[in-house]
């Protein structure tokens, strides 16, 4: 079975600079995805960024990029220019390549941007 | 379309009670899922449908659990005898899996129920 450590609960960031959550996962699976999504308060849960297992290169999307270290089993994500409206629960997933494309979701790490 | 969409947003019902929820995913997806997320975890798979075929079911699903997808386009999510553990958030995503397709889980703003 797949697992999804996200060993911080809480992190703040000024608004403006740049954060990086962390996400390991265990798994003994070739093939699979990567995703992180974001859980603005009582609202819901969106997709922030994806990054296939096959893929050397690092996912990219505008101020969202990711540190995927295949054989450290590490999946990070960068928040550059930080905005208050990153604000949100942050949840890495893993979904293997099978039929049953379910997600394994991390505990989640709570961002606050502040002023 | 507006997206997925669940139904109610909040439940809240005494012990014992049955209770339902409704999805209805984007028109065009094959695969439902519903998911369960307790306060400060991440949400847990519960069980998920292509169509109208119900193909996994977690452990977590007990007999109490229910669901269907009678036409594969909405589905309904039954919890009978309700026990204050079955407070949770529910949530409800579809994707869109065909041939070399297979988009990403979009999400519903889930049913929040709290059982008294």
């Known amino acids: 079975a797949q697992t999804v450590t996200q060993s911080q609960p809480e992190m703040s960031v000024q608004e403006a600079e740049t954060v990086t959550l962390s996400c390991t996962y265990d798994?003994?699976?070739?093939?699979?995805?990567l995703f992180w999504y974001k859980q603005p308060p009582s609202r819901q849960m969106i997709l922030v960024i994806r990054?296939?297992?096959?893929?050397?290169q690092n996912a990219t999307e505008n101020r969202f990029s990711v540190n995927f270290q295949k054989a450290a089993k590490s999946f990070s994500l960068k928040i550059s220019d930080s905005q208050l409206g990153d604000t949100a629960m942050y949840f890495c997933?893993?979904?293997?390549?099978?039929?049953?494309?379910?997600?394994?979701f991390g505990t989640g790490t709570r961002l606050q941007v502040t002023l | 379309d507006t997206g997925v969409s669940q139904d109610p947003r909040h439940k809240i019902t005494k012990r014992g009670q049955n209770v339902t929820f409704r999805c209805d995913p984007i028109?065009?997806?094959?695969?439902l899922y519903w998911y369960r997320q307790t306060l400060g975890q991440g949400p847990e798979f519960l069980t998920y449908f292509q169509n109208e075929a119900q193909l996994e079911k977690s452990r977590l699903l007990s007999d109490r659990f229910s669901a269907e997808r009678p036409k594969g386009s909405f589905s309904t999510l039954e919890i009978q005898r309700t026990e204050q553990g079955d407070s949770a958030m529910y949530l409800c995503?579809?994707?869109?899996?065909?041939?070399?397709?297979?988009?990403?889980?979009?999400f519903g703003q889930g049913t929040r129920l709290t059982v008294v």
């Open positions: 995503a579809s994707s869109l899996a065909s041939g070399t397709v297979n988009t990403e889980a979009f």
């Open positions: 990054q296939e297992a096959y893929k050397q």
């Open positions: 997933a893993f979904r293997h390549t099978g039929t049953a494309s379910k997600l394994t």
């Open positions: 028109s065009e997806h094959n695969r």
């Open positions: 798994t003994s699976e070739n093939n699979y995805y």
